[in-house]
């Protein structure tokens, strides 16, 4: 089976596309994956354009999924950080991937 029969024919590729897409997923983990820890409204000022509730939704979605780990620290008032797993680092290359492709034909 060629590279491109076994792409096709990847039965994971649904899964995958609900744990990673959307477009505030994708810069959720870009986020997390390069610029490392972040507070809920560190990562807010980050993504333009995103609300509160659809930031909190597509936290806890990738929480769901293992992609992002949450810390809530015992202060006053509390702190919580959100951090990419290994699981989301793996896709470091994808993202790079992805970069390529953008500075060759993004501009087509």
């Given at each position: 089976m060629?590279?491109?029969e076994e792409m096709a024919?990847?039965?994971?590729?649904d899964k995958?596309?609900?744990?990673?897409g959307g477009k505030w997923k994708l810069w959720i983990l870009r986020v997390l994956i390069?610029?490392?820890t972040k507070r809920f409204n560190e990562l807010r000022r980050e993504i333009t354009g995103i609300t509160q509730t659809m930031l909190t939704s597509q936290l806890r979605a990738l929480e769901a999924d293992k992609l992002v780990s949450r810390k809530v620290f015992a202060e006053v008032p509390p702190r919580v950080e959100y951090s990419a797993t290994?699981?989301?680092i793996a896709?470091?290359?994808f993202f790079g991937e992805?970069?390529?492709?953008?500075?060759?034909?993004?501009?087509?």
């Open positions: 060629s590279n491109r024919a990847c039965d994971g590729f995958v596309v609900t744990m990673i390069f610029g490392g290994q699981k989301a896709l470091e290359h992805m970069h390529k492709w953008a500075i060759q034909h993004a501009s087509d």
